[in-house]
């Protein structure tokens, strides 16, 4: 795992990915206690469409884990490769380019995956 800093690509140390990897279980689980309500409540149709906010939850925790960059940081010129809550700035114009647009592409997979899985949420019979 890469401790160095390197723009668009890596913003994250291993703390801050072990933080990602725990949203995304709390996402997970969230999404499990959903579709069990959903199955003990026996909910159709549109309401399903709620799962999406957890799938989110656990999307974001997930692509960012993997891709050892943190959206937030990205958007806001930042990086963490040392002890948790310990932030450096990005000093360089073109770099903090480089993270948001990094940043704006983990959103908009992570929007894109919870989206399929709640597509399939919709039409499991459940």
Not at 2 to 8: A, E, L, V
Not at 52 to 69: D, E, H, N, T, Y
Not at 103 to 122: D, G, K, N, R
């Amino acid at each position: 795992m890469s401790q160095t800093y390197i723009p668009g690509t890596c913003n994250l140390g291993k703390a801050e990915v072990r933080r990602r990897q725990f949203v995304a279980l709390i996402g997970l689980f969230l999404t499990v206690s959903t579709v069990a309500g959903f199955i003990a409540g026996n909910v159709q149709g549109s309401a399903r469409l709620s799962v999406f906010l957890p799938l989110m939850v656990f999307a974001v925790g997930f692509i960012q884990s993997r891709k050892k960059f943190c959206l937030a940081y990205g958007l806001m010129g930042t990086f963490n490769l040392g002890k948790l809550g310990d932030l450096s700035r990005v000093s360089n114009p073109d770099d903090r380019r480089a993270d948001r647009k990094t940043a704006i592409t983990i959103f908009l997979q992570s929007a894109a995956l919870a989206a399929a899985l709640t597509a399939i949420v919709l039409v499991l019979p459940l």
